[in-house]
């Protein structure tokens, strides 16, 4: 499935609520080494960027899994819009030091003989006015 940035993301909304995650975290972690927080910059640096892996992988499972729903169990072939099912195939994706295991979708064309991966859903016609 190919990845494309979108324009219309609120990257400031988005950020403010990770940082609030973050707080629960800290937290957490309070409560596990107890309230002098005897802890080094390093041993701070670990936790954080362990809820951040954590954080991230969460999102990137979650958006892949709907992104992939929303193409509905058939997609036109590109080559001959004939309408073919859409298959998953288990496909592991490394990032930050961990993976994400992804269904990704696939089709294949048995009139054309060929897969392809598609990207978007496909437009619903809208019935014609009476």
Known sequence: MPFRKSTAMDSTGIACMAQ????????????????ELDLDAD????????????????????????????L??????PECQRLCPVEREPRTISFW????????PKCHCPACRRDFFPSKPRATPHAAPL
Request: proline share 5%; aromatic share 6%.
């Open 97 to 104: 030091g961990t993976d994400v295991e992804y269904r990704e």
């Open 43 to 70: 041993a701070i640096e670990q936790f954080a960027r362990g809820a951040a892996c954590a954080v991230a992988k969460g999102t990137i499972e979650e958006l892949l899994e709907k992104k992939a729903a929303a």
């Open 20 to 35: 609030g995650w973050g707080k629960v975290v800290a937290r957490r972690v309070e409560e596990q080494v107890g309230p």
């Open 72 to 77: 509905g169990p058939e997609q036109p072939c």
